[in-house]
């Protein structure tokens, strides 16, 4: 009997195991996300980032990390609060930002109150960079000391995703990589948002993607902002 191919390979994981797998991973991304969002190292050229675009108050920068490259969009909301925007600050509604042919977005399950494992799947209609591909994610929701909100998300190592969500015959698995938001809170209810991707489709990348990628960025929060506005304050609560 032959024996299964690399790819068909899945990890059975018990649900305390996974969780504390997920917390170790994740708090390499929140750190990761609070680094990217440091104000004080804006500007300084000496981190690694490359300002693309700044138009609009939006700042868009990318940094080379390996053979990936990490974005990053930064952008001052005003009378947006933190807890306005973080309610659509999700892995489900970035994701509907990044191509209307999502097909699926659900919860896979909750692990905690602000840990839980989702799948995104986007269609054959999907932009090339999304065409048939679905992303087993973590998500990890976390108030820091000085108020500032983080939402960290990211793929599961392929053989633990298997185990959880086998894939489907027609469907390729990117990965999502040390994503997700920060929200720093400012005066007047106004907040400062970070938002930094890095993503490996696994496949074919058109050359046009970084000019693609800015104006999506600066869409995805735009878009964002519209429906966080539309969320009530919690200032009465």
Same mark, same amino acid.
């Given at each position: ?7 068909? !390979?899945?990890?059975?994981? *018990? ?8 917390? &170790?991973?994740?708090? #390499?991304?929140?750190? +990761? =996300? =609070? ?17 693309? $675009? =700044?138009?609009?108050?939006? +700042?868009? *920068?990318?940094? !080379? #990390?390996? #053979?990936?490259? $990490? &974005? ?27 191509? *209307? ?13 602000? /840990? ?13 960079? &999304?065409?048939? !591909? ?13 108020? $500032? ?5 990211? #793929?599961? @190592? ?7 969500? @086998? ?16 929200? +720093?809170? /400012? +005066? ?17 990348? @058109?050359?046009?993607?970084?000019? !693609?990628?800015? $104006?999506? =960025? ?20």
């Amino acid at each position: 009997m032959s024996s299964p191919a690399p790819c068909s !390979r899945s990890w059975s994981i *018990s649900e305390d195991s996974l969780r504390r797998y997920v917390h &170790f991973a994740s708090e #390499s991304c929140i750190q +990761e =996300l =609070l680094s990217a969002s440091d104000s004080n190292r804006f500007g300084n050229g000496d981190d690694g980032w490359k300002v693309l $675009t =700044l138009d609009d108050g939006v +700042e868009i *920068s990318k940094r !080379r #990390s390996g #053979s990936l490259h $990490t &974005f990053r969009s930064r952008w001052l909301l005003k009378s947006v609060s933190p807890q306005q925007f973080i309610t659509v600050a999700n892995a489900i509604d970035a994701a509907k930002q990044w191509d *209307s042919d999502l097909v699926e977005a659900k919860y896979i399950k909750d692990l905690e109150d602000n /840990l839980s494992i989702i799948r995104l799947r986007f269609g054959e209609h999907s932009k090339p960079l &999304f065409r048939n !591909r679905e992303f087993i994610v973590y998500e990890r929701r976390e108030t820091m000391e000085d108020g $500032t909100l983080v939402v960290a998300v990211a #793929s599961l @190592p392929k053989e633990i995703a298997a185990g959880l969500h @086998p894939k489907q015959n027609n469907s390729i698995r990117g990965l999502l990589l040390q994503s997700g938001w920060v929200v +720093e809170k /400012l +005066e007047d209810d106004s907040c400062m948002v970070t938002y930094v991707v890095q993503l490996d489709p696994a496949g074919w990348v @058109p050359k046009c993607f970084v000019n !693609r990628l800015n $104006t999506k =960025l600066v869409m995805i929060i735009e878009n964002l902002r519209k429906l966080a506005q539309a969320c009530p304050t919690n200032k009465d609560t």
